[in-house]
């Protein structure tokens, strides 16, 4: 029978587990780092794992994105782009523990402060900036946008990150400015893959510019503009560079010492960058009142929200909470899509009356515009309610200077429209004549009227007080004045309902039409209607007009048509522009902002 082995004494039996215990730490490290669950990261924020104790093993982690591998008992990690990622714990070739993430682009709002007072943004760079920068390039001319867009801070990283091969900047992240309440100036960011480069790579840049930057051991950098104006802050942060830029100061008044304005304090740079340093949660992205107005506008490639505080004062007269808008390109048409939020019906609820002139004028305009709102409205807007301190003071100024305001406000009816015409006959014999091209055409402008004595008074005064030579026509209830301004000839006609300018070349031959009706069908059922502030420009009709003339009196025909093909080409080199329109209406909630630009077929 086989004996039964003798236990340990207790002593020695304690010693080996305490040995054994010992033994595993230090050499087979079996305790599992918790690397906690699978989950989604934003790229360029760092990431935390193991542990922070003091006497806790250290640890090889791979981050599974090509990077280095670690060795400590705890460590943060970011990663540059989105992904999923494995990470894993190791000791020497043995896995311990390994968790995998997925990594997504880090939403340019998330990295704005959230009490920013103004942001304008490209949401992500791949698939919006391309078309952004081909339309604006076609619009001003190639040279013109790549010297703006140079001129333009981060830009010109941007877009060389767009173009292939390698890069610091981040295709699937944003770009944007925005405007804090406490710094006067702006803020450009930028996503990017690498900070560390991208900060090389824009201090480069601001360099070969001329201008002077003086890195730091944080990794920032201050830069002194060429011109002299006040330093700019280059920083980075989880994964975003940006450039704080400080207000140009103004220049000097009358009197005033550049060294008097050399002492004036300059906007806090080192204030952004704590700001956004601290900034934690979701920043401005979760902003209530963008989220509200985002559902009222279409989708677009570049956005804009805007809700910058109200002084209590000014609150009843100013009664808008904020705007967003989205301009959304397309290859030869970019579209505006905005929303202005009030907190009461704006204009007090009610629609200025519909403009006379558009309804019957002159066909074929090359421009339009219209005004219309109840006058006591508009002075509410622009110089506060009746009696508040704002409006005194504006009162007050004006009857320094002679004026009354508060008659003429009442003597306007609300409405306010200008026709401009373009006379191409006029203008290819004045071209052929002398030899250079000068405009010629008609400015119609017209004003609906309640009383007409306060507006002949300010008329007469402001012909006199500016000491233009005039005659005055007077025939029953009407009143003609006829002066000369620019070398081209105005009339005002006064009547019981309405006030007419017309200046330049007398309308003759044109064909008479409801031009309102005409606008609206074209740009859309309401512009051009009542309560709308509605303004057109037409290139389009302007080389019809140029196209269309067959024989101007006095010129021969094959210099007319020399003229004509000269004149088409050099507005074809001038812009691609063909017509754009803006439309402003009040809506239920605030008011409805739309726009288009529609450029040429190519």
Known sequence: MASRPRPLPSPLRRLLLLAAVGLAAAGCRSVRPDLGPERTLEA???EAFGSSAAKAPSVTWDFGD??????????????ATAGRYTVRALDGDKELARVVLTVVPRPVLRAVPEDAQTVLWVPRLRGNVEGLVGFYGRLVGEANASRTLEDTPLVPL?????????????????????????????????????????????????????????????????????????????????????????????PPAPGETVKALAVEEAPDVEHVRRRVETLSGPGISENALLGELRGKVRDG??????????????????????????????????????????????????????????????????????????????????????????????????????LDAEPLLKALRGDVAMLVYFNAAAFFQS??????????????????????????????????????????????????????????????????????????????????????????????????GPGHLSLMVDMGRLRADLAGVRSVPGVNGAKLLASQVFVSALLERLTPFEYGFLDFAPVEGGGRLQGRIVLRER
């Open 44 to 46: 360029g924020v760092p």
């Open 66 to 79: 090509g990077t280095p591998p670690q060795t400590a008992p705890g460590v943060k990690h970011a990663w």
């Open 158 to 250: 941007l877009l060389r990150g767009l173009s292939a091969g390698p890069s610091e900047v981040d295709p699937e992240e944003g770009f944007g400015f925005f405007i804090l309440p406490d710094f006067d100036g702006v803020v450009a960011l930028l996503g990017v893959t690498d900070s560390r480069a991208a900060l090389a790579a824009v201090a480069r840049e601001l360099r070969e510019a001329g201008h002077h930057v003086l890195p730091r051991e944080d990794g920032s950098a201050r830069v002194d503009p060429a011109d002299g104006g006040r330093s700019m802050l280059l920083f980075a942060d989880r994964g975003y560079v940006y450039l704080a830029v400080p207000d140009s100061p103004e």
């Open 301 to 402: 490639s570049v956005f804009l929200f805007s809700s910058p505080p109200v002084p209590e004062a000014e609150k009843e007269d100013m009664p808008v909470r904020g705007f967003f808008g989205a301009v959304a390109v397309q290859a030869d048409q970019a579209e505006l899509d905005g929303f202005l939020s009030s907190s009461r019906p704006l204009l007090g609820g009610t629609k200025g009356p519909a403009s006379g002139l558009l309804g019957r004028a002159a066909v074929g305009p090359v421009a339009a515009a219209q005004l219309s709102v109840p006058p006591e409205e508009l002075a509410r807007l622009v110089f506060g309610s009746p009696g508040s301190p704002r409006r005194q003071r504006t009162l007050e100024r004006w009857r320094t200077q002679g």
């Open 431 to 528: 071209f052929i004549r002398d030899q250079h091209p000068a405009p010629k055409g008609t400015v119609v402008m017209e004003a609906g009227l309640n009383s007409v004595q306060p507006v002949q008074q300010l008329i007469q005064k402001q012909l006199q007080d500016n000491g233009l030579v005039f005659q005055k026509e007077a025939q029953d209830s009407t009143t003609r004045f006829r002066t000369r301004l620019l070398e081209q000839p105005v009339s005002l006609t006064l009547s019981p309902e309405r006030a007419t300018l017309e200046a330049g070349e007398v309308l003759t031959g044109r064909e008479l039409g409801d031009v309102g009706t005409t606008l609206r069908t074209r740009f859309g059922a309401e512009a051009f």
